[in-house]
C-alpha cells in the first residue's frame, strides 16, 4: 500500500513538469560555412502570438533563450549573447521564422520555436543546423517540454538559473513527500500496535 502510495506520488511530480510537444522529429538544415539560412515556424494554429520564443541548444549544453516573444506586431528582441546583425526574424499571421545571414561553425545546434501555455514551454518546431562537412545521422526524437518558472519569458535572460530552481523544487517536493510517506508509515505500525 505504501508503495503504491510513493510511486502515485512521484509520477503526479513528474507530470506537473514534463508534457509533450508537437514536434515528431527534428528537420535537418545542413550549409556550407558563409551560407544563409532559414528555420522556418508555423504559427498559422498558434492563438497567442504574442507567447512565442525561439531557443536554441547547441551540443553538450542546455537550451538558450534566442529571440523573445513578439507583442502586437512590435517586433521582437533578441537575447543578450545574440544580438548580431546576421540574425532576423520573418514574421506574419502564419510563421515567425529565424534567419542566419552568413553562418558560421558556432551557429551549429538545434534550433526550437515554441509557445507558452501558461508556464509550460511548449515547442511547435524544430530544426537541426549542421554544416557539409560536419553531417551525422540524424534520428527521429520525441518531443520535449519545459516548464518555466516565470512565465515572462522577457525576463529570462538565461534558462540556465530557472532550470537548477526548478531540479532544487523538484527534489523538495520529492523530499516532502518521502518525509510524508515514512510519517505515515510509523503512524499506521502505531496505530496496530495499539489494536
Known sequence: MTTLFVALCV???????????????????????GEDVTMECNISSVTKKDLLVWYRQSSGKLPQYFVKPYQNNLGYKFAPGFNDSRFSISVNDDKFDLNINKTRQDDEGQYFCGEMEGTVL???????????DDETPHH?????????????????????????????????????LCVTV????????VLKSKS
Open 11 to 33: 509520477l503526479f511530480s513528474l507530470f506537473t513538469a514534463v508534457n509533450s510537444s508537437d514536434i515528431k522529429e527534428l528537420h535537418v538544415r545542413t550549409v556550407k560555412s
Open 182 to 189: 515514512i510519517i505515515l508509515t510509523i503512524w499506521c505500525k
Open 140 to 176: 527521429p526524437t520525441s518531443g520535449t517540454t519545459f516548464t518555466v518558472l516565470n512565465s515572462s519569458i522577457e525576463t529570462c535572460e538565461s534558462c540556465t538559473a530557472n532550470m537548477r530552481v526548478f531540479f532544487w523544487l523538484s527534489i523538495s517536493r520529492i523530499g516532502v
Open 122 to 132: 511548449k515547442f511547435t518546431s524544430g530544426t537541426r543546423l549542421q554544416f557539409k
